[in-house]
């Protein structure tokens, strides 16, 4: 009697499965970035909204964006701004993007009206109008940014720049060339923020005999960028409470096939997207669990003039495959 070999991959059907590592970077940022918009991180921009120096953050600057043609991206000083519904804290809610003025005439979000039609790119912050605006124009609009970013270190928008001082924004609305708005949002990175990186310390232990499940014990470094100290300690204290707890892990390609995913492939808004605790608590789009099995303080730095300060925090996930 013979018994056949299998020349298969385990546990593999596709290339287009939801893979391990991957999973647990999109999981985790939509688990930070939910968990902070609930506990009241987010800050409301309505017009006018002055910062500590004088800045207007409710007034948008033209940037130089060589993906699209001149004169059709202008950018907030703050990216990353919130989408999600139904946040609220302390009576307060993220605001609801209504619209655009440009030269004081009101053209309503999503997309504009009339002659000037606009995408938001809620990512990096930007509004792409589809023909030309000049430079001199006065555009302005209400918003709401995350006050602590979340990246993933294999986000593909290439190098990034770490942009400190983002309260006391340096540019000029008429010369793009000049100070941080020279930079385009999706290469700026605006503090606090963490950035999640999949370490390659990982380990297997059996979970049955006869079996080739595993308990699966995966690294995952959380590496956290604040302008003072008191942000760096309020982030990890936050996330070292997130200790022993069990996170739903959702199946990315089917959230985004099935048209639920928050924001579209251009950074507009999804109006069939659903928010993440409308995600993991729907059982036909989860995939597994992640036990947050430890955490640990790693190091912490800061730079020579006392302007950046980071650290480390090492999460240990373990979960069943």
């Known amino acids: 009697m013979s018994c056949e070999i299998s020349a298969k991959f385990y546990g593999v059907n596709s290339l287009n499965d939801n893979f391990y590592l991957s999973c647990l970077e999109d999981n985790l940022k939509s688990f930070l970035d939910y968990g902070f918009l609930n506990i009241g991180g987010f800050v409301n921009i309505n017009i006018p909204t ?7 953050f409710s007034q948008l600057k033209y940037v130089d964006d060589p993906g699209h043609q001149q004169k059709r991206v202008w950018q907030t000083p703050k990216k990353d701004w919130v989408w999600e519904t139904g946040i609220n804290y ?30 938001l790119d809620y990512n990096n912050g930007q509004v792409i109008f589809d023909r030309d605006v000049s430079k001199t124009a006065n555009i302005n609009m209400s918003y709401s940014y995350r006050w602590c970013q979340v990246i993933k270190s294999t986000n593909n928008d290439g190098w990034k720049y770490l942009q400190n001082l983002t309260y006391q924004p340096n540019d000029s609305i008429s010369t793009p060339s000049i100070g941080d708005n020279a930079i385009i949002s999706k290469h700026r990175v605006q503090m606090p923020c963490i950035v999640i990186e999949i370490a390659s310390r990982n380990k297997d232990a059996p979970y049955e005999l006869g079996s080739l499940v595993a308990f699966r014990d995966q690294d995952i470094i959380l590496n956290i960028y604040t302008e003072n100290i008191n942000d760096l300690n309020t982030i990890m204290d936050i996330i070292r409470y997130q200790k022993d707890r069990t996170i739903n892990l959702y199946d990315i390609k089917k959230v985004v096939n099935l048209g639920l995913y928050g924001l579209n492939g251009d950074g507009s808004k999804n109006d069939t997207g659903l928010n993440y605790s409308d995600i993991i608590n729907n059982s036909s ?17 800061k730079n020579s003039t006392g302007t950046i300060f980071w650290c480390i925090l090492r999460i240990t996930g373990q979960t069943i495959l």
């Open 285 to 301: 789009l989860l995939w597994n669990k992640l036990f947050v099995k430890d955490i640990v303080f790693v190091e912490t730095k």
């Open 50 to 56: 002055s910062g500590l120096y004088d800045n207007t």
């Open 90 to 119: 302390n009576d307060s809610s993220p605001v609801n993007i209504s619209g655009v003025y440009v030269d004081d005439i009101f053209y309503p979000a999503p997309s504009g009206s009339g002659n000037l039609t606009y995408t």
